[in-house]
């Protein structure tokens, strides 16, 4: 590697919400209202793949040169970016403009090169492996290989910047793909909300995700405008957010240190409920989900009623829906082929209306 030239490569998997993140108290430093808890998705599974290169040029003009999944792209301009806008985006996105330059900024700042502006020449390679439809968008996993990327290649001093306040930056939730396993992201002011791994990637391997996929084209309002909508509009969302910090943080860490699945799995669909209640309490209301993600809902409730005792120990499958229709289910290893087999047969060998298979079985570690 000579003087003049830095490259840096890392790659990232995106992250699912178990306690969701919806509102941000700054728009612009990205701040969320409430903390969340998420479960980082394996690499060798699900990755973006981002080489980032600094090249001194002797211009004093920054310039900027983007490639996602093979293609050359311009930054988005507009003030406001979507969820699909990011780097490593495997649809028609681009990224935002605004948000680049401020972690690029921030990264300058806490740099410990000589001359970090001296580099101003950024050259971005980045992609996806993502199964074509796997329901998950691609900007965690892509903000937080850039943010990687952008600390190590600017060499930022770990004191001054975490590099999880960098793809904060980028984008909320990009901020737990930095890390691998369970992971918190904590709510509180620029320095301070951060995301720290709770527990590693091996902690639970009998631990599985599926995602069944209903619909992968884009949502019709990305997560940005639509929390933005809901921080106007509802008054629910104050409620959530009490709920969120005050009890649920705390519970779902204790659940998941215990290994507890069934008071996982009854905490996990109960907030993914209270978040889309939340969205229903948007003026005008936001629906993520739809009919085939209301059909999963009654099954599951079905299959774990059906279960053989009919108490709460009979808990065997848990859901979650981020902003979309698309299911994420978490279920251990003892009752997965059953659920396997339940899936495919109610849906992928009865109806030829979905979108597309049940695409995914991801472990956490
Ligand atoms: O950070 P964003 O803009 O991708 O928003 C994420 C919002 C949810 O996926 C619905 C919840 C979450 O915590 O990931």
Redesign the pocket.
């Known amino acids: 590697m000579s003087n003049d030239i830095i490259k840096v490569t890392v790659e990232c998997a995106p ?3 178990l ?4 509102g941000k108290s700054d728009e612009d430093l ?1 701040l ?1 209202l409430n903390g ?1 808890i ?1 479960i980082t998705l394996d690499t060798s599974v699900l990755r973006t793949r981002t080489t980032l290169t600094l090249s001194r040029t002797g211009k004093q003009l920054t310039e900027v040169y983007l490639s996602l999944n093979g293609v050359v792209e311009e930054f988005d301009d507009s003030s406001s970016s ?2 699909e806008k ?1 780097v490593g985006s495997d649809s028609d996105g681009k990224v935002n403009k605004k948000r680049f330059f401020r972690m690029l900024e921030r990264a300058r700042a806490s740099s410990q090169l000589d001359d970090p502006f001296a580099f101003n020449r950024i050259d971005i390679v980045s992609d996806n492996d993502f199964p074509l439809a796997c329901g998950l ?1 691609s ?2 996993s892509g903000f937080a290989c850039l943010a990687l990327c952008m600390a190590s290649a600017f060499r930022c001093d770990r004191n001054k910047l975490d590099a999880t306040e960098l793809a904060r930056l980028g ?4 901020c ?1 793909s930095c890390l691998g396993g369970f992971v918190k ?1 904590s709510s509180g002011d620029e320095r301070s909300s951060l995301a720290t791994q709770l527990f590693g990637a091996d902690h639970w391997p009998e631990l599985n995700i599926l995602a069944v996929v209903f619909q992968e084209h884009r949502k019709k309002v ?3 405008a ?2 933005k909508e809901t921080v106007r509009t509802s008054e629910l969302l104050g409620r959530r957010v009490e709920l969120v910090e005050q009890e649920r943080l705390g519970q779902m860490e204790t659940y998941l240190r215990e290994r507890d699945f069934v008071n996982f799995a009854k905490l996990t669909m109960k907030d993914s409920n209270t ?1 889309h209640a939340v969205c229903m309490d948007t003026y005008p209301p936001l629906f ?1 989900l739809n009919d085939y993600s209301k059909q999963l809902i009654g099954l599951v409730n079905e299959f774990n009623r059906l279960s053989v005792n009919d108490d709460d120990l009979s808990i065997k499958v848990a859901y979650s829906f ?3 229709p698309n299911a994420f289910l978490f279920v251990l290893d003892k009752n997965l082929n059953e659920l396997l087999y339940l899936i495919n047969t109610i849906y992928f060998r009865s109806s030829k209306d979905f979108a597309s298979k049940f695409v995914l079985k991801s472990k956490s570690s």
């Open positions: 992250n699912i919400a306690i969701k993140y919806w990205i969320p969340s998420s979507s969820k990011s968008a900007s965690a984008s909320g939730s990009a737990r992201w990305s997560s940005t639509g929390m978040f993520y981020d902003a979309g």
